[in-house]
């Protein structure tokens, strides 16, 4: 027996997205000052888990492309996992391991996020990232591989640019679009802001609580 389709209803998960709101120009360039990033770079980064899943190998491959095109950008890798040691073995094979900076598990994720000026997800797989979502929040362009949870949110080349996981060079050609392009940058970011509301903790309960109240009106219980 198949469930009507107009009794099912999308309840994205949810995140306390005020956290993650643009932090002050000054607590960012700090952070870019600590982790020994030169004035004037461009960042691309991203945080979480190194593992399989998310793909982190594909965006140090495209690092080399990129930085033939756009000599003065820079990758953030945050956050620990299993892939740690080789990935910075990959880095320094392929010649650019003092234009990635690894920066271990952090706590100050808004500041990371400001620091950025692309946030990029190479991931083979993924549910939703929460990570997604304070990216929207923080006001960031994104770059994303176009897998389930990442697709189902972004727009592409509206809140962000969608390329085919595993493949460094459709990766780089994004990245080195975007940050040749400061427009895009901000297009990318605005909607990506803009779209970011749906995703906040508060909106998803009340969404909830609107559904648990349909619910009960049409068995009569209210």
Same mark, same amino acid.
């Given at each position: 027996?198949?469930?009507?389709?107009?009794?099912?209803?999308? =309840?994205?998960?949810?995140?306390?997205?005020?956290? #993650?709101?643009p932090v002050a120009p000054?607590?960012?360039? *700090?952070?870019?000052? @600590? !982790?020994?990033?030169?004035?004037?770079?461009?960042?691309?980064?991203?945080?979480?888990?190194?593992? @399989?899943?998310?793909?982190?190998? &594909? %965006?140090?491959?495209?690092?080399?492309?990129? %930085?033939?095109? $756009?000599p003065m950008a820079r #990758?953030? =890798?945050?956050?620990?996992?299993?892939?740690?040691?080789?990935?910075?073995? /990959?880095?320094?094979?392929?010649?650019?391991?003092?234009?990635?900076? #690894?920066?271990?598990?952090?706590?100050?994720?808004?500041? $990371? !996020?400001?620091?950025?000026?692309? #946030?990029? =997800?190479?991931?083979? &797989?993924?549910?939703?990232?929460?990570a997604l979502f304070e990216?929207?929040?923080?006001?960031? *362009?994104? $770059?994303?591989?176009?897998?389930?949870?990442?697709?189902?949110? !972004?727009?592409?080349?509206?809140?962000? /640019?969608? $390329?085919?996981?595993?493949?460094?060079?459709? %990766?780089?050609?994004?990245?080195?679009?975007? %940050?040749?392009?400061?427009?895009?940058? @901000?297009?990318?970011?605005?909607?990506?802001?803009?779209?970011?509301?749906? &995703?906040?903790?508060?909106?998803?309960?009340?969404?909830? @609580?609107? !559904? &648990?109240?349909?619910?009960?009106?049409?068995?009569?219980?209210?």
């Amino acid at each position: 027996r198949h469930l009507p389709a107009e009794k099912v209803h999308l =309840i994205w998960n949810g995140a306390p997205l005020d956290e #993650f709101a643009p932090v002050a120009p000054e607590r960012a360039q *700090a952070l870019r000052t @600590e !982790l020994g990033i030169p004035a004037g770079a461009l960042v691309v980064g991203v945080v979480g888990r190194l593992n @399989e899943k998310t793909g982190h190998r &594909y %965006l140090v491959q495209a690092a080399p492309q990129v %930085l033939a095109q $756009v000599p003065m950008a820079r #990758f953030l =890798i945050v956050g620990d996992g299993d892939l740690l040691g080789e990935l910075r073995q /990959l880095a320094a094979a392929l010649g650019i391991a003092d234009r990635v900076v #690894f920066a271990g598990h952090r706590a100050d994720v808004p500041a $990371v !996020l400001g620091a950025l000026d692309v #946030f990029c =997800i190479s991931s083979v &797989y993924e549910g939703t990232p929460l990570a997604l979502f304070e990216a929207m929040a923080a006001r960031k *362009a994104i $770059v994303s591989t176009a897998v389930d949870g990442c697709r189902e949110v !972004l727009e592409d080349r509206g809140s962000g /640019l969608l $390329v085919s996981p595993r493949d460094p060079a459709a %990766l780089a050609q994004a990245l080195i679009e975007v %940050l040749s392009k400061a427009d895009l940058r @901000e297009s990318l970011a605005r909607s990506a802001q803009a779209a970011s509301s749906r &995703y906040d903790i508060r909106t998803c309960v009340t969404r909830m @609580e609107s !559904l &648990y109240d349909e619910v009960l009106a049409e068995k009569g219980l209210v």
